[in-house]
């Protein structure tokens, strides 16, 4: 088994190490701004009469479409980054879903914008207006609670682990995680060829938080090989728990969808300071 560990950890830690280096993060910073310019480029060309043929078939003749796309496109740089945290502590990956969830709400908010007529108009939009501040003042509450979690975080006791037991406990999870990746990156090549198809198709990464789920539950399992304690057990599944919450808020219709992602942030957190204050010494 030591020989499959260090092998997982060959190819994930060059594959992190490079993911998170800073120079990429700014190349990176630089396509999304060129992205979003294209964007608006191609949808006014299509607009022009420019673009025409089955080819462009699914390019938009609203330019509110582009800022839904680029928000698209750092949420899925978002969901990478996720991936690479799965090694790290169980409450650092919930805490990263938090993120990805604010991001998702206001995705939403400017995906409403979509529906609106150019120039934009209030008479006849009203609903969508509510959406909007719906999705945006949930994003930002959900965004408070997120900084709550993580000052919580920072008085929470880690049970400690042999060092063989948590250099295997890490390597099964960088094991995870790279398949995670392939999966991700599967799902995303399959949305992409669907829309240049012009098939309809849900969004992936819906269906790929319903994978992390599954995901989490099996790190729960696994966790519990190398910390079999009831108190490892129930903080691990408490914060599965309010993965799936999330889960659920994000198939919810509006306004019920930020009283989900709250009531997951809620759960988080006192989970967070019941587990560290009560059980913190035991």
Not at 181 to 192: C, E, R
Not at 232 to 249: D, Q
Request: charged share 15%; with cysteine; net charge positive.
């Amino acid at each position: 088994m030591n020989f499959l560990y260090e092998k997982i950890t060959f190819i994930f830690d060059p594959l992190h190490h490079f993911w998170e280096h800073e120079k990429l993060s700014r190349k990176i910073s630089i396509m999304l701004v060129l992205f979003f310019v294209l964007s608006l480029l191609a949808i006014e060309a299509k607009r022009l009469g420019i673009l025409t043929g089955p080819l462009f078939s699914f390019v938009p003749t609203n330019h509110f479409y582009a800022i839904s796309a680029a928000f698209t496109v750092v949420l899925i740089l978002e969901v990478i980054s996720l991936v690479f945290t799965l090694p790290c502590s169980f409450s650092r990956s919930v805490g990263k879903q938090f993120e990805i969830l604010s991001l998702i709400l206001l995705r939403n908010a400017f995906k409403e914008l979509s529906k609106f007529p150019e120039p934009l108009t209030f008479h006849g939009n009203q609903e969508a207006v509510l959406r909007i501040l719906s999705d945006g003042f949930g994003a930002l509450l959900v965004f408070g609670l997120l900084g709550c979690y993580y000052l919580v975080q920072t008085k929470a006791a880690e049970k400690a682990m042999r060092p063989t037991d948590l250099y295997a406990f890490v390597a099964a999870k960088k094991g995870i995680a790279l398949t995670l990746l392939g999966i991700f990156i599967y799902m995303g090549l399959h949305s992409l060829t669907a829309t240049l198809a012009g098939r309809e198709h849900t969004d992936f990464l819906h269906q790929f938080y319903t994978v992390l789920i599954l995901t989490d539950i099996l790190l729960v399992l696994i966790s519990q090989c190398f910390q079999p304690s009831f108190y490892a057990v129930f903080r691990n599944s408490g914060f599965a728990l309010s993965t799936l919450i999330i889960r659920i808020a994000l198939a919810a219709p509006p306004y019920y969808n930020v009283l989900l992602g709250l009531a997951a942030a809620i759960f988080a957190i006192l989970l967070t300071l019941t587990s560290s204050r009560l059980f913190g010494k035991k």
